[in-house]
């Protein structure tokens, strides 16, 4: 939990100071500032204010370099140090999976999700996960949250389950899952092999009898959608996740200015 704050905040950071850093037409009015010393200097310092630095004599380039290099420098040593500072992450199979996990994990590089694939009787049943970060780092970091009363606050992670038959007849669940139990927020059902925009796809799931709400929730259960041993192992996974995309983007970044 704490490296993955610590990464949220020095995200912002950096944030910061690449804006500050790329912040070229700023510098080039206050360089062109610094040499207003006659009437053609002052009438360079407007012109450079609203135009492009391509207008500027070739005299007055080397200063513009300099500035060039001075914040190429800067934004390197900041992406060195952040990169240095993030936690090298584990390894994915190096993360327990639950005893009789059901599913095939696919993780591709570059994603922010993952995907669960099984198969179950004559059922195809595919689970992307989400989990938002954001929500943890501000929420700890705002000073009107009181964070010494009520439980650890901890990303949402939200489930989107399909089930297929394989006979052209879809059902869906939108889901949020946490440790004590498996919210489903939606479900529809939808044909693959009709335009279904505009078309009933059932009702409003808090509107079902509570009897059927339940019985859906143990039809999910049955296929290994369960939150006591699912969400421990999600949470960890996709935390970790998280710091393996987020290092990766920082050296491709190096990579890039490198160049």
């Not at 700890?140 to 489930?159: A, C, F, M, Y």
Request: proline letters at 3%; aromatic letters at 8%; one cysteine or more.
């Amino acid at each position: 939990m704490a490296s993955s704050v610590a990464c949220s905040i020095l995200r912002k950071t950096l944030r910061f100071q690449l804006c500050s850093t790329l912040d070229s037409s700023r510098r080039v009015a206050l360089c062109c500032s610094s040499l207003a010393s006659s009437s053609q200097s002052a009438f360079l310092v407007r012109r450079a204010q609203t135009q492009s630095i391509s207008y500027l004599p070739f005299s007055i380039y080397p200063r513009f370099a300099s500035f060039k290099v001075e914040d190429d420098e800067n934004l390197m040593n900041v992406l060195q140090s952040e990169i240095e500072c993030v936690k090298e992450p584990k390894d994915p199979r190096e993360i327990n999976v639950p005893k009789e996990f059901p599913f095939e994990i696919i993780d591709s590089h570059g994603d922010q999700t993952i995907t669960l694939k099984r198969e179950y009787s004559n059922e195809s049943i595919q689970v992307t996960v989400y989990m938002n970060l954001d929500i943890e780092g501000d929420d700890i970091r705002d000073e009107n949250v009181d964070h010494q009363e009520g439980p650890e606050v901890q990303p949402n992670i939200s489930l989107h389950i399909t089930v297929d038959k394989g006979q052209g007849f879809i059902l869906e669940f939108g889901c949020k899952l946490n440790s004590d139990e498996l919210e489903i927020e939606s479900m529809a059902s939808r044909s693959d092999h009709f335009d279904t925009q505009g078309a009933y796809q059932g009702p409003v799931f808090s509107d079902l009898d509570e009897n059927l709400q339940k019985a859906l929730h143990k039809y999910l259960e049955v296929r290994g959608i369960k939150s006591s041993s699912l969400h421990s192992f999600l949470y960890e996974y996709m935390i970790n996740k998280d710091e393996r995309e987020y290092l990766k983007w920082l050296k491709n970044l190096k990579e890039f200015l490198l160049k």
